[in-house]
């Protein structure tokens, strides 16, 4: 039988300092990485911007719909996430995952409206080829705007169907979505179910934190999990650890 095919999102604020800029959290990226060296799955690898990519969008007024035509601006964030890549590729690699970096810059664009299209064959490939590729948010070309961000969430909804994957993961630092009283929601099958609870991030975030996530993940076709580090390799071992976004058409 062929192993899974497996979409999963390390979240920026799992695998960096959020709070510090540009700072790897070394232990947590570690542990991480431990676990994915487990799995048997054919996996994609999408990591966010934690304090590399939001730290420089917020300070160019970048977001995912407010853009920038400054050069030095766009190339500040996307130098920052390329960074990042190289220390997620970096730490997979040397524990034995066949990880390389695909960098949405190149292979990303909206239109006026916002539409996110990616070239996704060579993501496809690379996967028949046994390799993992490691994606993660950006800045891309975004007509009438010059270049917005594009979130890790963002790609991971484009990504699942061009994979034809089994299963999606996001692991962030919180367990699942959390309701009003603090405690894991099960199921989210639309977004008025949690729309009181969910919010922005702690952190510098550009990208609309747990609410964009939900909102996100509600688009997909296949049903997500949002977790925390702890239960990423509950995760990609088969079980469905924090909250399932149930996807499909509202
Ligand atoms: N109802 C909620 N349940 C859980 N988290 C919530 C909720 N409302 C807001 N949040 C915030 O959303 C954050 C998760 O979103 P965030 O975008 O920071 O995660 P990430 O994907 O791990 O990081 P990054 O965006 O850098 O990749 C949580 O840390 C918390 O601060
Ligand atoms: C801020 C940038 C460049 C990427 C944001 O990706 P996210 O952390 O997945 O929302």
Known sequence: MSPETVVLKLGGSV???????????????????????????????????????HHHADEHGVSTTTGTRDPEGALAIHDAMVELNRAVVEALQAAGVAALPVQPLSAAARDEGGALSLATEPVERLLDEGFV??????????EGEGVTVLSGDELVVALAPAVDADRVGLCSTVPGVLDDA???????????????????????DVTGGMAGKVRALLALGVPAQIFGPDAL??????????????????
């Open 15 to 53: 695998v960096t300092e959020k709070d510090r800029p540009e700072t790897v959290d070394t232990a947590a990226l570690q542990r991480a990485v431990a676990a994915v060296a487990e799995s048997d799955a054919a996996l994609v690898v999408v990591h966010g911007g934690g304090s590399f990519g």
């Open 133 to 142: 590729p490691v994606l993660h948010g950006d800045v891309i070309a975004h």
């Open 182 to 204: 603090g405690s894991v929601v099960d199921r989210v099958d639309a977004f008025a179910d949690v729309a009181d609870a969910v919010g922005d991030s702690d952190a510098t």
């Open 233 to 250: 390799g509950a995760f990609l071992a088969g079980e469905a650890p924090g909250t399932t976004i149930a996807g499909g058409p509202e």
